[in-house]
């Protein structure tokens, strides 16, 4: 059994100014355990990724991001969002998802058409105005990079959408609350290579404009389109770095071990 060292501390270590910053988080489902002590400051603007092997916790400590966990597990720590602990019990959950929003793995789009997809939260956040409606789902169709295949069949059904055009049309549904950071679980594993590559750019063009926190399992993925990435073992953050540091030189022998395929 190789021994990792569990004492770094990954906060202030780049100069940017953080979009989000977790303090000492503990998740717990029931009496088991499941994220140790992880403390990540993610800089505004870039796209981190979140790498390691199947249950090392990617999910779990994502979902805290946007307190997705409420109802199944316990979140211990702070997560610093804009001065505000989002983790604290006081805090309104459905302001939190309004600026922090997630993309899943598998497309869900509603069985409704591709503009009701859009306008459909925004309506329940008391957006009436057909004007603003019409401007809102233009503008995120085409930050999502689907508004030139999608633009002369706003009526039909999002269920006839390909599985890379309904990931974008989920994409561009979270874009459309004009969050501030965007969490997204494996958006591209249940796609094919090229709706893969398609989502990857778009996300690269949405860094302008917003935080980006992606899981990933693939490691080409995560060199391609990620500026930091976090290397999660066992529950625990073992190494967080420029992209281009952790996939050349990484410090730890477990994040090698990983990056390079070899887990024995
Ligand atoms: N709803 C849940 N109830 C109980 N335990 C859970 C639950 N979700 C996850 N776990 C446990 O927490 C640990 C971390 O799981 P998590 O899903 O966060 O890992 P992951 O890194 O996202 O894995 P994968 O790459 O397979 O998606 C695992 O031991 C898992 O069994
Ligand atoms: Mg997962």
Known sequence: ?????????????FDNEKAIVTDSIDVFYGDHQSIFDVNLAFPRFSITALIGSSGSGKSTFLRCLNRMND???NVDGNIMYRDVDINSKKVNVYEVRKQIGMVFQRPNPFAKTIRDNITFAL???????????????ENSLKEAALWDEVKDKLDNSALSLSGGQAQRLCIARTISMQPD?????EP??????????????????????????????????ASRVSDYTAFFH??????????????????????????SGNFG
């Open 1 to 13: 059994m190789k021994e990792y060292n569990l004492n770094e501390n990954f906060i202030a270590k």
């Open 234 to 259: 066992s529950g625990h953050v073992l190494e967080f770095d420029k992209t281009a540091s952790i996939f050349t030189t990484p410090k730890m022998q477990a994040t090698e071990d990983y990056i």
């Open 188 to 221: 591209a594993s249940a796609l094919d290579p090229i709706s893969t590559v398609k989502i990857e750019e778009t996300l690269k063009s949405l860094k302008s404009k917003y935080t980006v926190i992606i899981v990933t399992h693939n490691m080409q993925q």
């Open 123 to 137: 309506k329940k956040h008391g957006i009436k105005d057909k004007n603003e409606l019409n401007r809102r789902v």
């Open 71 to 73: 109802s199944i597990a």
């Open 181 to 185: 950071i965007l969490l997204l679980d």
